[in-house]
């Protein structure tokens, strides 16, 4: 069965440094991996996509992702934080061929900026 | 956000009546989700559709039944509300299935009291 695991509830950093929210992955066949944030009191926003191709992917808000697959994972990554980069963080992936495509999220992290 | 509309956007209702959220989008997506967020727990699928009246269930999906007459739109009824079911409802649309991203409307607190 698919999965995904964020295994850090909270991640702190200072603004100005690099974040990395970590994420790995358990799927039968091609992964197809997503990242999400959510900032308090609104909906899931989009941010990047992995289907296939270069490791290194880019998104939006300067956010970039590694796929891995050796390892599994798919941490997503920014080279300089913000404060306003401070939101709920998630991981998804694409359910199994007969699921009709269904996405499966992880638990979420919480990231957190500071001055 | 693109082109989705929850109503409500927040309810207070009392254990045993039923409730009915509706998710309505003017891109002409496919595939309609509804999912519920629950702190710890990340989002769980309730159920989804692939299309005017085909539908299936999700993950979490005792106690929840869906309707999708139109493309646009897509009906979550809570039968028999219960406590918990208290959560921040979420319906999400694509256009295809597995290399296309969702997009999500901005939630309905539902709250049973």
């Known amino acids: 069965a698919q999965s995904v695991a964020q295994p850090e509830d909270q991640v702190n950093v200072a603004e100005g440094n690099p974040l990395t929210v970590k994420c790995t992955y358990s799927v039968s066949g091609n992964p197809y991996l997503f990242w999400y944030v959510q900032y308090p009191n609104r909906g899931l926003q989009f941010l990047l996509k992995y289907i296939t191709g270069d490791n290194l992917v880019k998104g939006s808000y300067g956010f970039e992702a590694e796929f891995n697959k050796s390892q599994t994972s798919f941490h997503l990554k920014k080279p300089s934080a913000l404060v306003s980069d401070s939101a709920l963080y998630f991981c998804?992936?694409?359910?199994?061929?007969?699921?009709?495509?269904?996405?499966?999220f992880g638990k979420g992290t919480k990231l957190s900026v500071k001055p | 956000d693109a082109g989705i509309t929850q109503s409500p956007r927040h309810k207070v209702t009392e254990t045993g009546t039923p409730v009915t959220l509706r998710c309505h989008q003017t891109?002409?997506?496919?595939?309609m989700y509804w999912y519920r967020q629950d702190p710890g727990h990340g989002l769980r699928l309730i159920h989804y559709s692939y299309g005017v009246k085909d539908t299936d269930k999700g993950e979490v999906s005792d106690g929840y039944s869906v309707s999708r007459s139109k493309t646009e739109d897509f009906l979550l009824t809570l039968e028999s509300a219960t406590s918990s079911q208290t959560s921040v409802y979420f319906c999400a649309i694509s256009d295809r299935g597995e290399n296309t991203e969702a997009f999500f409307g901005q939630g309905t607190r539902l709250t049973v009291v």
């Open positions: 891109e002409n997506h496919r595939y």
């Open positions: 998804a992936v694409r359910g199994a061929l007969g699921s009709q495509g269904n996405l499966i």
